[in-house]
């Protein structure tokens, strides 16, 4: 008995994933999800060109510091294209395909980070701004995202309601953006800025590969089947070989990313923890995970020497036995970086300045509708005017306002709408009455009043 019930449980939920997470349902004919990767794989004429010019607006972006901007050029490259190309590639053991599509790649990479070093070594805007920085060092999230919008995209290739996932992955995963700060390394001479941006570049390539080739493999697509098993088993010990040569990098950068991650983690839990002290406050944090150390601008009531060695002590806890405590406290120039604190308060300025303005513009959009409202300014304009023209040619002028209307007796107040119609002659009852039901349903006013003026 306990065994039928176990069965039954099982099939219920086995029945309950079956119609809510099938992707046969909804799976696009195979071959029209091969053909439609295929398309996008090469980079010649139009899509070469496409390119370069979402290359230039991106530059555009990063270096005017506009996120709309960056996100219009994202939407605009062709960049998913053979990077989805290499993944469905590994899944059907298509070495053609691969080769079209790593070679498209490499053609593709080399156009964006060459249009946009000449871009930058032309714009006299040559500052790096907030979003171009932010661009120079992946973490774990970045390698998170790339592999499931790499998911998304292919799943969603691989259905008939394709919908707007598309646009999204490209705009999720960022692709564009690394390029272009790349151009930036290039162009300035900054060898970091180069060399993160790629870095975060090949990261989301990689991992957006590697989704393709679990979605392809996941959803059973058909292997490419060779005449020649010879043949077959060489396309396949190339393809295993190409795999591997660009997933160890992959692998071993994604480990760092990891380690470095759980370590600025570990960091930031031992500040919360271990350096909140009553009559101080943490001013500023540096975390280094290269030089293993965590700097700290205390201001307030100076805190002993035998409480920060006591905080250190307890570092080992945190499983930061090899890192470096610095605090600096005081408020004199030479253990405070002035410059640091002098950028965290104009930074802290500027927020609360553009909330203070989100606000304010926000209030001000309120008022003047709740005023247009009011006042009657919506609902007067000129095409009110022609359809009052074509429905009474006897009316000349016509005035719309809003009022409150007090009742002595209850003591409720409510809206009244007053609608001045300028007439040449004296219009009848019908035309009155006519006139009234045309204006409480062109304006949605359900308590109006007609004042006629001839």
Same mark, same amino acid.
């Given at each position: 008995?306990?065994?039928?019930?176990?069965?039954?449980?099982?099939?219920?939920?086995?029945?309950?994933?079956?119609?809510?997470?099938?992707?046969?349902?909804?799976?696009?004919?195979?071959?029209?999800?091969?053909?439609?990767?295929?398309?996008?794989?090469?980079?010649?004429?139009?899509?070469?060109?496409?390119?370069?010019?979402?290359?230039?607006?991106?530059?555009?972006?990063?270096?005017?510091?506009?996120?709309?901007?960056?996100?219009?050029?994202?939407?605009?490259?062709?960049?998913?294209?053979?990077?989805? %190309?290499? $993944? &469905? *590639?590994? @899944?059907?053991?298509?070495?053609? /395909?691969?080769?079209?599509? !790593?070679?498209?790649?490499?053609?593709?990479?080399?156009?964006?980070?060459?249009?946009?070093?000449?871009?930058?070594?032309?714009?006299?805007?040559?500052?790096?701004?907030?979003?171009?920085?932010?661009?120079?060092?992946?973490?774990?999230?970045?390698?998170?995202?790339?592999?499931?919008?790499?998911?998304?995209?292919?799943?969603?290739?691989?259905?008939?309601?394709?919908?707007?996932?598309?646009?999204?992955?490209?705009?999720?995963?960022?692709?564009?953006?690394?390029?272009?700060?790349? %151009?930036? $390394? &290039? *162009?300035? @001479?900054?060898?970091?800025?180069? /060399?993160?941006?790629?870095? !975060?570049?090949?990261?989301?390539?990689?991992?957006?590969?590697?989704?393709?080739?679990?979605?392809?493999?996941?959803?059973?697509?058909?292997?490419?089947?060779?005449?020649?098993?010879?043949?077959?088993?060489?396309?396949?010990?190339?393809?295993?070989?190409?795999?591997?040569?660009?997933?160890?990098?992959?692998?071993?950068?994604?480990?760092?990313?990891?380690?470095?991650?759980?370590?600025?983690?570990?960091?930031?839990?031992?500040?919360?923890?271990?350096?909140?002290?009553?009559?101080?406050?943490?001013?500023?944090?540096?975390?280094?995970?290269?030089?293993?150390?965590?700097?700290?601008? !205390?201001?307030?009531?100076?805190?002993?020497?035998?409480?920060?060695?006591?905080?250190?002590?307890?570092?080992?806890?945190?499983?930061?036995?090899?890192?470096?405590?610095?605090?600096?406290?005081?408020?004199?120039?030479?253990?405070?970086?002035?410059?640091?604190?002098?950028?965290?308060?104009?930074?802290?300025?500027?927020?609360?300045?553009?909330?203070?303005?989100?606000?304010?513009?926000?209030?001000?959009?309120?008022?003047?509708?709740?005023?247009?409202?009011?006042?009657?300014?919506?609902?007067?304009?000129?095409?009110?005017?022609?359809?009052?023209?074509?429905?009474?040619?006897?009316?000349?002028?016509?005035?719309?306002?809003?009022?409150?209307?007090?009742?002595?007796?209850?003591?409720?107040?409510?809206?009244?709408?007053?609608?001045?119609?300028?007439?040449?002659?004296?219009?009848?009852?019908?035309?009155?009455?006519?006139?009234?039901?045309?204006?409480?349903?062109?304006?949605?006013?359900?308590?109006?009043?007609?004042?006629?003026?001839?």
């Amino acid at each position: 008995m306990e065994s039928d019930k176990q069965n039954s449980r099982k099939y219920l939920i086995r029945q309950f994933f079956d119609e809510y997470l099938d992707l046969k349902r909804s799976k696009e004919d195979e071959e029209v999800t091969v053909d439609s990767i295929r398309n996008g794989v090469e980079f010649k004429g139009t899509n070469l060109w496409v390119l370069i010019f979402a290359t230039f607006i991106a530059s555009l972006g990063l270096n005017v510091n506009s996120t709309a901007v960056i996100i219009g050029a994202m939407l605009i490259s062709p960049l998913m294209g053979p990077i989805m %190309g290499i $993944g &469905l *590639a590994v @899944g059907r053991n298509d070495f053609e /395909l691969m080769k079209r599509s !790593l070679k498209s790649y490499l053609v593709a990479t080399l156009f964006s980070v060459t249009t946009a070093t000449l871009y930058f070594l032309c714009t006299p805007l040559d500052e790096a701004q907030s979003e171009l920085l932010a661009r120079t060092s992946p973490t774990i999230y970045d390698v998170l995202i790339a592999l499931f919008g790499g998911l998304a995209g292919i799943v969603a290739l691989a259905t008939k309601e394709k919908g707007n996932v598309i646009p999204g992955v490209a705009i999720a995963t960022a692709l564009m953006p690394p390029l272009c700060t790349a %151009g930036f $390394g &290039l *162009a300035t @001479g900054n060898l970091l800025y180069f /060399l993160g941006a790629f870095y !975060l570049y090949f990261i989301n390539s990689v991992f957006i590969s590697l989704a393709t080739f679990v979605g392809v493999r996941f959803m059973h697509f058909k292997r490419k089947e060779f005449v020649d098993k010879d043949r077959e088993r060489i396309v396949k010990r190339y393809i295993i070989w190409i795999t591997i040569v660009t997933m160890c990098p992959a692998v071993y950068l994604t480990y760092g990313i990891v380690r470095e991650t759980f370590y600025q983690t570990s960091a930031n839990n031992f500040i919360s923890h271990e350096l909140q002290f009553p009559d101080s406050q943490i001013l500023n944090r540096t975390i280094s995970y290269k030089n293993k150390e965590i700097n700290v601008v !205390l201001i307030g009531k100076e805190v002993s020497q035998n409480e920060i060695l006591a905080a250190q002590a307890r570092l080992p806890e945190y499983k930061l036995g090899d890192t470096k405590l610095v605090v600096y406290q005081g408020g004199s120039n030479e253990t405070m970086d002035i410059g640091n604190i002098k950028s965290l308060v104009m930074e802290d300025f500027y927020k609360n300045s553009q909330q203070k303005l989100t606000s304010q513009s926000e209030q001000i959009d309120s008022l003047k509708a709740e005023l247009a409202q009011f006042s009657g300014s919506d609902l007067v304009n000129k095409t009110v005017g022609k359809e009052m023209q074509v429905l009474f040619p006897n009316v000349k002028t016509i005035s719309i306002s809003k009022t409150l209307q007090l009742s002595i007796d209850s003591a409720e107040v409510d809206t009244m709408a007053y609608a001045i119609i300028g007439v040449v002659r004296e219009p009848t009852a019908a035309e009155k009455a006519k006139m009234l039901d045309w204006m409480k349903a062109r304006t949605g006013a359900g308590n109006i009043q007609l004042i006629i003026k001839h």
